[in-house]
């Protein structure tokens, strides 16, 4: 039995002996077959967390078992729809879409991968959707979830391989 923690609309995210506020997509959620590439909405559905990404010049490495990637200036995610290494990861100088996970600002400090659109990659049904930290007064997010940095930290020492993660509506 896989352990499962889950978003909803209304800013809650929890999962066995946890609860936090989160922040979800500025477009709301949408079903998986409705995602779109730049929609800035949260895909419904159970998607399973993949790896975690972090700034080790910013933060501790996080507790958790899950596998851990520090992450480099030069990392990069793939959100050109066209591109053979859409939804994912790209080292910059990268010539189309992405984005940049080492970020100036610290929303992507800690950076949770899920498993959407990536088994296999559907071009244009959207990417990059993570569990990361939480902009000031959890303002919505291009479609990922996001927590404030201590409740992600802590969501992450429970987390086990496995574990998965449901936006519902």
């Not at 352990?3 to 800013?11: D, I, V, W």
């Not at 990392?75 to 100088?93: E, F, I, T």
């Not at 879409?97 to 049904?125: C, F, M, Q, T």
């Not at 997010?141 to 391989?161: N, R, V, W, Y």
Request: glycine share 8%.
């Amino acid at each position: 039995m896989s352990l499962k923690f889950t978003a909803s609309p209304t800013g809650k995210f929890s999962g066995p002996g946890f609860t936090a506020r989160c922040a979800l997509g500025k477009g709301g959620v949408v079903t998986a077959s409705q995602k779109r590439e730049g929609d800035g909405a949260s895909p419904a559905g159970v998607w399973p967390v993949r790896n975690v990404f972090y700034r080790p010049d910013r933060v501790e490495t996080p507790v958790t078992s899950l596998p851990m990637v520090p992450l480099k200036p030069h990392d990069g995610w793939c959100d050109a729809s066209n591109h053979p290494l859409y939804n994912r990861p790209v080292s910059l100088p990268f010539a189309d879409s992405h984005e940049k996970l080492w970020r100036d600002d610290h929303v992507y400090d800690v950076i949770v991968e899920l498993g959407y659109n990536d088994d296999p990659v559907e071009a244009g049904r959207g990417s990059a959707i993570f569990l990361h930290i939480a902009r000031p007064n959890y303002e919505p997010t291009e479609g990922c979830i996001a927590l404030e940095k201590s409740d992600l930290l802590a969501a992450l020492e429970l987390m086990l391989p496995g574990t998965e993660i449901e936006i519902s509506f």
